[in-house]
């Protein structure tokens, strides 16, 4: 079955950097969008990037964009986030996902995600 377990979340201040791993099994990695979001507390899912199978093509939500970079290693089934200047706002749980559909703005609704790795950005 499908498995995605993320990892490298953690607790940094105000303009610091993280890195987000996920290790993905049960199917073909390289076949699949893959995605990234998060979920603040009292607030609903919400897409923060998305990578094509081949790596090639990237998207970011805007609260993401000049400071997120997404990619993925197909022969290792791994995908990242590369997190920097991070801000209050970010702190959240952090899902890999895959099969996410748009419901509203930025909200999504996926068919498969993992555990989630906690991310807080705080003085």
């Known amino acids: 079955q499908v498995q995605l377990v993320e990892s490298g979340g953690g607790l940094v201040t105000p303009g610091g950097s993280l890195r987000l791993s996920c290790v993905a099994s049960g199917f073909t990695f390289s076949s699949y969008w893959m995605y990234w979001v998060r979920q603040a507390p009292g607030k609903g899912l919400e897409w923060v990037s998305r990578?094509?199978?081949?790596?090639?093509?990237?998207y970011y939500a805007d609260s993401a964009k000049g400071r997120f970079t997404i990619s993925r290693d197909n022969p290792k089934n791994t995908l990242y986030l590369q997190m920097n200047s991070l801000k209050p706002e970010d702190t959240a749980l952090y899902y890999c996902?895959?099969?996410?559909?748009?419901?509203?703005?930025?909200?999504?609704?996926?068919?498969?995600r993992g555990q989630g790795t906690q991310v807080t950005v705080s003085s």
């Open positions: 990578i094509n199978p081949g790596g090639g093509s990237t």
């Open positions: 996902a895959r099969d996410c559909s748009f419901i509203q703005g930025d909200r999504v609704l996926c068919a498969y």
